[in-house]
């Protein structure tokens, strides 16, 4: 069974603040994990990806994620927020067929001006 | 670049309806796909389509028919709409690079 596990609901802090946004993962095989932004009303966005290589990838935006095999993690960071970040983040995995993308149940996040 | 247009953006429906959606994408997209969005549940996986044709189903292909006529489409059927059923529809086309690229969503209210 695949899973992605977000362990954040909903995250607050203040513009200029760091923020870290937790993903675990539960894959067999091969995969690709990526993250993608919400704004509300709108579909998703992507934002960066990991497959091999440098465990830390940068995105847009200033966003990065650092991937750990040892954690089953892949997190993503960003060291000083705008309000403008504030949306729903969803962490996801794939393999290499891409046949199937698993998303968590998203993090809200909320950047107060 | 492209964009992919879902249509129609607010869907009010009837129990027992059977209701439409539409997905539009001009990035020439092989693959696109069908997700569904409760509120604090994600995204689950209703049908995918590889190419023109081809229906693959996912997690959640039950009362759901699909249908991928041309590569620039990809129609979602709710089979018979269940009462107070709430959800956000959104499609998706994939460049082949492991990428999503989503349309704005089909938000659907069942009365």
């Known amino acids: 069974t695949q899973t992605v596990s977000q362990s954040d609901a909903h995250v607050t802090v203040f513009e200029g603040d760091s923020v870290e946004l937790r993903c675990n993962y539960s894959?067999?095989?091969?995969?690709?994990l990526s993250w993608y932004i919400q704004h509300h009303g709108r579909g998703l966005q992507f934002l960066l990806k990991?497959?091999?290589?440098?465990?830390v990838v940068q995105g847009v935006n200033g966003f990065k994620a650092e991937f750990s095999k040892s954690d089953s993690s892949f997190h993503l960071r960003k060291a000083s927020v705008h309000w403008s970040d504030s949306a729903v983040y969803f962490c996801?995995?794939?393999?290499?067929?891409?046949?199937?993308?698993?998303f968590g149940k998203g993090t809200s996040l909320t950047v107060i001006p | 670049g492209g964009i992919i247009t879902q249509t129609p953006k607010f869907l009010i429906g009837q129990e027992g309806q059977k209701l439409t959606l539409k997905c539009q994408q001009n990035?020439?997209?092989?693959?696109m796909y069908w997700y569904r969005q409760d509120s604090g549940k994600g995204l689950r996986l209703i049908y995918y389509?590889?190419?023109?044709?081809?229906?693959q189903k996912g997690d959640l292909s039950e009362g759901y028919d699909a249908s991928r006529e041309k590569k620039s489409s990809f129609s979602l059927t709710v089979t018979s709409a269940q009462k107070n059923e709430m959800a956000v529809f959104l499609c998706?086309?994939?460049?082949?690079?492991?990428?999503?690229?989503f349309g704005h969503g089909t938000k659907l209210s069942v009365l």
């Open positions: 998706a086309s994939s460049t082949g690079d492991e990428r999503l690229f």
């Open positions: 990991y497959y091999s290589g440098n465990p």
């Open positions: 894959y067999g095989g091969s995969i690709y």
């Open positions: 389509s590889i190419t023109e044709n081809d229906l």
């Open positions: 996801a995995v794939t393999n290499t067929g891409y046949q199937n993308f698993y």
């Open positions: 990035f020439n997209h092989d693959t």
